[in-house]
Nanobody
Framework: QIQVVESGGGSVQPGASLRLSCEAS????????VGWFREAPGKVREGVAG????????YYGKSVKGRFTMSGDSAKNTVYLEMNSLQPEYTGVYYC???????????????????????WGRGTQVRVSS
């Protein structure tokens, strides 16, 4: 069974950067897809970024495109979310989630949908405030 564990959250001022990490285990890392989701106070969980470890294809939510970068390190079974120029609207709990990648599978059609991800971490808090 896939397990994912997030780390790297914290409290920062507007304009600062943070890097979140997500370490995966329990399944061949190269055959996974991994995503980041944000749950802001009072709002539904939304997709931030999703990546196929196998192909490297990466997708971003509209609100973070050009500001966040998702990458992977297969040697460490870890993905990262580099967040730059953070603003208060990015405050929330960030969850890492994963699934088993299948060529031609439904993940490629909706890589930022929570419905595609079966395995979830406990989340890490990011708070952006002056």
């Amino acid at each position: 069974q896939i397990q994912v564990v997030e780390s790297g959250g914290g409290s920062v001022q507007p304009g600062a950067s943070l890097r979140l990490s997500c370490e995966a285990s329990g399944y061949p890392f190269s055959n996974m897809f991994v995503g980041w989701f944000r749950e802001a106070p009072g709002k539904v969980r939304e997709g931030v970024a999703g990546r196929s470890i196998k192909t490297g294809e990466t997708y971003y939510g509209k609100s973070v495109k050009g500001r966040f970068t998702m990458s992977g390190d297969s040697a460490k079974n870890t993905v990262y979310l580099e967040m730059n120029s953070l603003q208060p609207e990015y405050t929330g709990v960030y969850y890492c989630a994963a699934g088993a990648y299948m060529t031609g599978g439904s993940w490629q059609r909706r890589p930022l949908s929570t419905l595609e991800y079966s395995y979830w971490g406990r989340g890490t808090q990011v708070r952006v405030s002056s």
